[in-house]
């Protein structure tokens, strides 16, 4: 029997929750099912209205879709490029101009392929064979510095610059930029999350707590593990040497932490 779940955590500094969530299978297809994260960007105001509004015009869209377009993975494409760039525009009518963003990660399953969307620095992963892979590329200032080989992507969380996002949805017509990927459904587990998780615990870590915990407890570990279990990281000495940036440490549940999961 399938598991979707959806879970999201204030965590431990923030004042308010500013991510939403979804995972909702089709009304028509159980076995079509949507996946959604947004994280609403702490450094503008009310980043929450854009998450919501992004996430519920998504979902509403979804359940509404005749099951044939949805499994049609370049009809699909084109459909949610058109909607997110719609969404985009409202939410600046509605809010103005640099007032509020998100990110957006999301993924369609349908009876062959899974297709994931992906804005800004929320991720999409797939687990098989005990391993995790992340299927989205992050688009924000740091992503470079490891797909060029300067760094390891888990140094990225050590760079000051590490929130500063390329692409998003709310503030500007020129940022929606909607990035699209694609994969074969042989896989054990699909997976989402915000920042809020990738930027405090490893892709070793997540890959450890899927072993080690029952397939209906997964989530809810990883979500705790980011919020309330210190991580003893440091500034590996390897960055202190290159000088590329001033560096922070991550600490637990310094954000708002969300996610989702699809497990066959």
């Known amino acids: 029997m399938s598991i979707i779940q959806k879970e999201t955590n204030i965590g431990l500094v923030r004042k308010k929750n500013e991510d939403a969530v979804t995972a909702v299978t089709h009304p028509k297809n159980k076995n079509i099912i949507l996946l959604a994260v947004a994280d609403g960007m702490g450094g503008k105001e009310e980043g929450e209205l854009a998450s919501n509004y992004t996430i519920r015009a998504i979902e509403k869209w979804f ?44 993924a369609i399953v349908n009876n062959k392929k899974t297709l994931f969307v992906s804005i800004g620095d929320s991720r999409g992963y797939i687990y098989k064979k005990k391993k995790l892979i992340q299927i989205t590329e992050d688009d924000s200032d740091v992503w470079a510095y490891y797909k060029y080989g300067a760094c390891k992507k888990d140094d990225l969380r050590f760079f000051f610059n590490n929130n500063i996002i390329t692409a998003c949805i ?24 915000t920042d809020g998780v990738t930027d405090i615990i490893k892709d070793t870590k997540i890959s450890s707590l899927i072993r ?9 570990s990883i979500i705790n593990e980011a919020v309330n279990v210190e991580q003893n990281l440091h500034i590996p000495l390897r960055l202190k040497k290159k000088k590329y940036s001033k560096y922070i440490t991550p600490f637990k549940g310094r954000d708002n932490a969300s996610g989702t999961i699809y497990i066959k």
């Open 212 to 220: 080690k915990n029952d397939k209906t407890k997964v989530l809810s």
């Open 63 to 106: 359940l509404e879709r005749d099951i044939k377009a949805l499994n049609n993975n370049e009809k699909t494409i084109y459909l949610l490029d058109k909607l997110i760039h719609k969404i985009n525009t409202d939410i600046i009518k509605k809010y103005g101009k640099n007032h509020t963003g998100t990110t957006l990660s999301l």
């Open 170 to 193: 709310g503030l500007t017509e020129e940022l929606c930029k909607v990035s699209t990927y694609v994969t074969d459904n042989n896989y054990e587990m699909l997976l989402l999350f």
